[in-house]
């Protein structure tokens, strides 16, 4: 079993920064990419960041492209999220997910394998 955790969010004020990061535990996998998604009270889980291992490069939702920072380590299935100057909107769930087929699109969900358990990130103003 493949289990993926993050860890490291929290409470922030405007403008400040956190560093959620994932790890993989248990079975080992090889994964071509790993993402963050979110999602806010309310709301649908949405694309925030994603790195392909495979020499895809990362990419970036519009809404945090210049904030926001993801790297990590293929080889322990290892991803973080820099995330600075924080706003209130940022507020949510967040989720790391992992492929484990190369060369699938970054954006979509569907197309991730394993998903963690999600950590609580809140930006107050």
């Known amino acids: 079993q493949v289990q993926l955790v993050e860890s490291g969010g929290g409470l922030v004020q405007a403008g400040g920064s956190l560093r959620p990061s994932c790890a993989a535990s248990?079975?080992?996998?090889?994964?071509?990419?790993m993402g963050w998604f979110r999602q806010a009270p309310g709301k649908e889980r949405q694309f925030v960041a994603a790195?392909?291992?495979?020499?895809?490069?990362?990419d970036y939702a519009d809404s945090v492209k210049g904030r926001f920072a993801i790297s990590g380590d293929s080889a322990k299935n290892t991803v973080y999220l820099q995330m600075n100057s924080l706003k209130p909107e940022d507020t949510a769930v967040y989720y790391c997910?992992?492929?484990?087929?190369?060369?699938?699109?970054?954006?979509?969900?569907?197309?991730?394998?394993?998903w963690g358990q999600g950590t609580q990130v809140t930006v107050a103003s």
């Open positions: 997910a992992g492929q484990v087929v190369a060369g699938l699109p970054l954006r979509f969900q569907g197309e991730y394998d394993y």
């Open positions: 248990g079975r080992t996998f090889s994964s071509y990419g």
């Open positions: 790195i392909s291992w495979n020499g895809g490069g990362s």
